[in-house]
């Protein structure tokens, strides 16, 4: 049986329109060389003062024949990066934007009489032919990128380790099934620092030591670190996950301060209780009655523990602004809340540690939350408050990746490949990252990011000597344009 294959007709159609009480709207694809991405010099601006793609192609090796080459790799890397940036995750969006002027500008290559960019076929056998090694010393860019671009060695770095679910629906290879995530899926590690830098982005798979895998980048991250700055401390903060004898003992033998979570159960509770029941006592007294509690700071009755969640949460849904909605949940919010600390050893432990534990206690019954720590200087609330809840921002972080940069695009064959995939969008995400950090623009997401500073209507025009661009005269965005433009 025959197959037929549909091509784009270049044949220029006029559309038309009529709306109630205007002129015939008239709509032709006639307008010229005008594309979407006015922005993406941006991106090349930043990639040249942070020599991003550039480090990165040293570290991939080209085993093709150099008088057949057409792409190079530092070529093919920017074509991938900067698409990603620009909302364009898959390489099948290559097929259409290899001809796109501004994409083709961003390159270097000449409006003209330039070759068209990378197809997606030779993109895909890019990515394909990426090994182990290579991976490895994309992994080392990442401090290696951050510590040249950092002015001052700080005193203090603080970092923050979390990891995440990237699910998969086909038959990748080293996926398999979590039982936390209830999915087959990958297990991506990321380390940032305080700011929002990434120095990890390993991908692992769907069943990870979560222990191994963490000890195993520390050390190399650490490692070079330290080199460049000899004195430096180290703090670090995790969730539960991390929670472990060797992942403590190992911290503590790297000389690393750390603030990691740990789940609570009847030994932590123990010691909490009689804190629990204080709390318990003051909010009481108040005249909000919270859930009974028994012994090792539990409620008595879960399910009306669950039902006073529910009703609180079903009377903000409905509140409104005439029934006082923000005093509604002013009050709601009120809670007994203590911290205290004890020493703690478990069995597997080979010393005694620090415990800090927070609880509270409101209408919905007792919450209690633990954090293990080395430090020994600051009061049990700084500890909470200002080290270890700052963690938090490291969920953002991989929000950005994940939801904005669709870094879940794993979808390759080989693992090595889908390793090499979420380095790109890692990549993406340090561009966009060093322009929001030059145009003091930190609290912007990536979403905002692409829609105000990449996302441009632009006319391209080439002259004899020169190339015009006619940026959007009406572009709401402009002053903050020229200011990131500026800065970077």
């Known amino acids: ?282 909010f009481d007294e108040f005249g909000h009655p919270s859930p009974e509690v028994k012994r090792h700071s539990l409620a008595v009755n879960q399910q009306e523990r669950k039902a006073n969640w529910r009703m609180i949460e079903e009377k903000k849904r409905f509140a409104s602004k005439a029934e006082g909605r923000v005093q509604e949940l002013f009050e709601e919010h009120y809670g007994v809340k203590k911290f205290i600390e004890f020493q703690y050893r478990a069995r597997e432990w080979s010393r005694d540690r620090r415990i800090i534990c927070r609880v509270q206690v409101d209408q919905k019954g007792p919450d209690t939350r633990f954090v293990v720590t080395n430090a020994t200087s600051m009061k049990a609330r700084k500890i909470y408050q200002d080290k270890y809840c700052s963690r938090a921002q490291c969920e953002n972080w991989i929000k950005d990746l994940k939801v904005y940069l669709k870094s879940g695009r794993t979808s390759c064959q080989e693992f090595e490949a889908n390793q090499f995939r979420l380095m790109l969008h890692t990549f993406a995400y340090i561009l966009m990252y060093f322009i929001k950090k030059r145009a003091q623009l930190r609290e912007m997401t990536l979403d905002t990011f692409r829609l105000q500073l990449l996302k441009i209507g632009v006319l391209v025009e080439q002259k004899c000597r020169e190339v015009r661009l006619h940026l959007a005269s009406e572009f709401a965005w402009r002053d903050q344009f020229q200011v990131a433009w500026a800065n970077t």
Not at 186 to 208: H, M, V, W
Request: hydrophobic residues 40%; neutral net charge; contains cysteine.
């Open 1 to 282: 049986m025959s197959q037929s294959k549909q091509v784009a007709s270049r044949k220029q159609e006029q559309m038309t329109l009529d709306l109630p009480g205007l002129s015939k709207v008239l709509a032709k694809f006639d307008g010229g060389a005008v594309c979407s991405d006015g922005g993406l010099l941006l991106l090349r601006k930043a990639d040249a003062c942070l020599g991003l793609a550039e480090l990165a192609s040293y570290a991939i090796s080209d085993e093709r024949r150099p008088e057949y080459v057409q792409h190079t790799v530092v070529d093919m890397l920017r074509q991938r990066i900067y698409g990603i940036a620009a909302g364009y995750e898959d390489c099948n969006d290559a097929g259409q934007l290899r001809v796109d002027a501004m994409h083709k500008l961003a390159l270097g290559k000449d409006l003209v009489y330039g070759l068209a960019l990378a197809s997606q076929p030779s993109l895909s056998r890019f990515e394909n032919n990426i090994d182990s090694t290579s991976n490895a010393a994309l992994q080392k860019l990442l401090v290696h990128l951050f510590i040249k671009h950092t002015r001052k060695a700080p005193k203090v770095l603080r970092l923050a380790m979390d990891t995440t679910c990237d699910e998969t629906y086909g038959s990748q290879q080293m996926t398999f099934y979590n039982g936390y995530y209830r999915a087959f899926c990958y297990a991506p590690l990321f380390i940032f620092t305080e700011c929002g830098f990434p120095l990890c982005a390993l991908l692992r798979p769907g069943n990870p030591n979560p222990i191994d895998d963490a000890k195993r980048m520390l050390k190399t991250v650490l490692h070079e670190l330290r080199l460049s700055w000899p004195k430096i401390r180290i703090e670090l903060t995790a969730d539960a996950a991390f929670a472990s004898s060797e992942m403590f003992d190992f911290l503590e033998a790297e000389g690393v301060t750390y603030f990691i979570a740990a789940a609570g159960h009847a030994g932590y509770s123990y010691h909490a209780e009689k804190t629990v029941f204080q709390c318990k006592k003051e």
